[in-house]
């Protein structure tokens, strides 16, 4: 388990070696800790699955370390930028894509594509050569001039994903991407995440598929608001004497709400 409480040398985006670091991360809604105290490391070009049921704290993270949400306290580096201090540049440097997609459906293929290029400030020769670029990487070529919303869920997803690489970001942010996607689709979705990540770029992502969470380099579970568990699937697979991370998943969260539910008895005994 790499969790790390010392003060730390940062070092900048380029060099840096962690593309996340978080120290005692903590955020709090008036008397609800959505996000205790959790430490953990991404190192750049790994795939870091978050992973937690309902409510346990994996957006409210995501939001701190994309800038746009401050954190109650602790710190952290994206990309070697401080997440309070340093926001600006960790927008610019990321990739977002979230469950809902976030098309025009409304829009066709390329006019989603030429959108969200506008967003990222890219245009002319470059914005041109991006979109010739995300087309082929998203397996889009022939759709182009199709409409999003008529778009099957495989080929939304796969624009969507396209749309959050158009300025070629170092980090990228994957909000339960497959849910409501056919195999097929999944498996496609999942060679290009790791093609991406084989290139150096990291991707940290949320999923309920534990098939997808084996397929990780370093697995975080959060539950409460804590990361009960941090490792490769291997370790937390050993650690929690399971064979499968489902499993790891299913003994760790029963166990907790047994937990309570007997401190709870304890109480009221
Ligand atoms: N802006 C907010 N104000 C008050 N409470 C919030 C706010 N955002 C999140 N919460 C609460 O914080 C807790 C963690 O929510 P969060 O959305 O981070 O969980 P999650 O693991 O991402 O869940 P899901 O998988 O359903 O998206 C929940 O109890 C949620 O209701």
Not at 111 to 121: L, T, V
Not at 178 to 193: L, Q
Not at 224 to 233: I, M, Q, R
Request: aromatic letters at 8%; proline letters at 2%; one cysteine or more.
């Amino acid at each position: 388990m790499t969790v790390t409480k010392k003060a730390h040398v940062w070092i900048g985006v380029g060099k840096m070696e962690k593309a996340i670091e978080v120290i005692n991360l903590t955020k709090k809604f008036g008397s609800l800790t959505a996000v205790n105290n959790i430490s953990f490391q991404v190192q750049r070009g790994q795939i870091f699955g978050f992973l937690g049921a309902n409510g346990s704290g994996k957006s409210t993270t995501i939001r701190m370390l994309c800038g746009i949400l401050t954190p109650s306290s602790g710190e952290g580096r994206v990309l070697g930028f401080d997440i309070v201090r340093e926001a600006e540049q960790i927008k610019q440097n990321i990739g977002y894509m979230s469950q809902k997609f976030s098309l025009y459906e409304d829009l066709t293929v390329e006019e989603n594509i030429a959108f969200y290029a506008g967003i990222y400030g890219l245009s002319g020769t470059t914005a041109e050569k991006r979109k010739k670029e995300i087309i082929e990487l998203a397996n889009l070529r022939g759709r182009e001039k199709h409409l999003a919303g008529n778009l099957s869920g495989g080929w939304k997803q796969r624009l969507a994903l396209g749309c959050a690489l158009l300025h070629n970001p170092s980090l990228l942010f994957l909000d339960e991407p497959t849910a409501g996607v056919d195999p097929v689709s999944r498996r496609i979705f999942w060679e290009i995440i790791k093609d991406l990540a084989g290139k150096g770029m990291t991707i940290l992502v949320t999923t309920h598929y534990m098939d997808e969470a084996e397929l990780c380099d370093t697995v975080g579970l959060i539950h409460f608001g804590n990361l009960v568990a941090f490792g490769t699937p291997e370790e937390l697979k050993q650690k929690f004497g399971q064979e499968s991370l489902e499993g790891v998943f299913i003994s760790f969260v029963g166990k907790e709400e047994l937990e309570a539910v007997q401190r709870r008895f304890r109480r009221e005994g």
